[in-house]
């Protein structure tokens, strides 16, 4: 197949999906074509049967805001039209299943037809496209998608609730390379890369996110100035975003700062999880909670919030625990009662990458999507 796919090229779950997912889906003799703004920040530009596709946006005095949308849909239907794409998959409904459909209606006048698939993330439905001013339109792409997938049961059910669609959803769930998302085998190379992180004995817990303010990113600061009280250990922050400057304030209030390594912005992610004895993720909301699972494949259990998807990921108390969003000291103790207790903590690192192995690795899911597309494809 020749596929179209268009993501925010950032460092969210969204784009991070839609990336991977291009690359696999080249991996398996498929042409993959990106049609963005800028190139995925995953994609290395030397990827067999990957192909990017600028989206050149005008900007003139007339427009207080350029149209990207507009100039998205242009593009679309360019690029499908030269290349002979068999389908469009876009993530994230706004705008881009709007574009989708604009192209599609633009070849349709051509004689040719361009079916596209809307992936739905997260905060597209639970907080953009709840908003007044998107609402009808997001419904409506939604509703005239010609096909919809969802990366949870519960982002499913609160878009049938608030969106009040008719149309089918198939959850198809997020995933992760289990060989490029792995433990480290060499003990002696996991030692060597631990200890320019930390000292011999001490825990390293890791945060992996955006640093959008639903993330939380001071609770991650708190939490951890309460575990470093009771046992030497050192915090990871991987990301970078608008709550990046507070969390650092407050690790200069709590005189914590040098147990923090903020990193900013990492390509290889894979290569620090494995680094670490625990994820943080006391975010607000997460529709899924793709940097826990990419911990858990690489052998890091996670203590995360109860809230949106996340419980279909992760198994309160056997891959990682659940707390309350905002109850810092639960979440701090229940990190120290693992750190504290080796064998509880190996088996939980056991048991959370067997589930990613087991339930999210690409070579399970990368089939639901293709079969998709087939479906789609064949008008059915």
């Known amino acids: 197949m020749r596929i179209g796919i268009t993501c925010y090229p950032t460092y969210g779950g969204s784009g991070v999906v839609a990336t991977e997912l291009g690359i ?3 991996a398996k003799g498929h042409e993959v074509h990106f049609i963005s703004y800028s190139q995925p920040f995953r994609l290395s530009g030397r990827d067999e049967g990957i192909f990017y596709h600028e989206v050149p946006v005008s900007s003139y005095p007339l427009f207080e805001f350029p149209p990207y949308d507009l100039a998205l849909a242009s593009r679309m239907a360019e690029v499908a039209e030269f290349n002979g794409l068999d389908l469009l998959h876009v993530h994230y409904a706004i705008p881009h299943s709007v574009s989708a ?3 599609r209606q633009m070849l349709a006048a051509r004689g040719r037809r361009l079916p596209f698939v809307t ?26 998608s010609d096909g919809v997938t969802s990366i949870s049961q519960y982002l499913k059910d609160k878009t049938l609730q608030d969106f009040d669609v008719t149309r089918d959803i198939q959850v198809v769930p ?10 480290i085998q060499d003990e002696a190379a996991h030692a060597e890369a631990r200890l320019r992180l930390a000292g011999p004995d001490q825990a390293v817990l890791i945060h992996l996110s955006n640093f959008r303010p639903v993330k939380r990113v001071t609770d991650v600061v708190k939490v951890f100035a309460r575990i470093v009280r009771e046992i030497p250990a050192q915090l990871v922050l991987v990301g970078d975003g608008p709550e990046r400057s507070a969390a650092e304030w407050l690790a200069r209030d709590l005189n ?15 290569e620090l999880l494995p680094l670490a004895d625990l994820l943080l993720m006391p975010s607000e909301l997460e529709s899924f909670g793709l940097a826990a699972l990419e911990a ?9 919030t109860r809230v949106g998807g996340v419980p279909e990921l992760i198994d309160d108390g056997i891959t990682g625990l659940l707390f309350n969003v905002g109850d810092v000291d ?3 103790q229940g990190a120290l009662a693992l750190l504290t207790d080796r064998p509880r903590l190996e088996q939980m690192r056991t048991d959370a990458r067997k589930t990613a192995q087991t339930r999210f690795c690409s070579t399970l899911v990368l089939p639901q999507y293709i079969a998709y597309y087939e479906k789609v494809i064949a008008g059915r």
Do not use: W
């Open 24 to 26: 696999e889906l080249a």
């Open 101 to 103: 459909l604009l192209a």
């Open 119 to 144: 992936t739905l993330h997260g905060t597209d439905i639970t907080l953009v496209g709840l908003d007044r001013s998107y609402l009808p339109i997001t419904r409506f792409s939604i509703q005239e």
């Open 174 to 183: 997020n995933f992760v390379n289990c060989d490029v998302y792995a433990p």
């Open 256 to 270: 914590i700062q040098h147990n923090i390594h903020f990193l900013g912005k990492q390509e290889r992610v894979n």
């Open 296 to 304: 858990m494949a690489c052998k890091v259990p996670s203590i995360a």
């Open 330 to 332: 639960a979440m701090a």
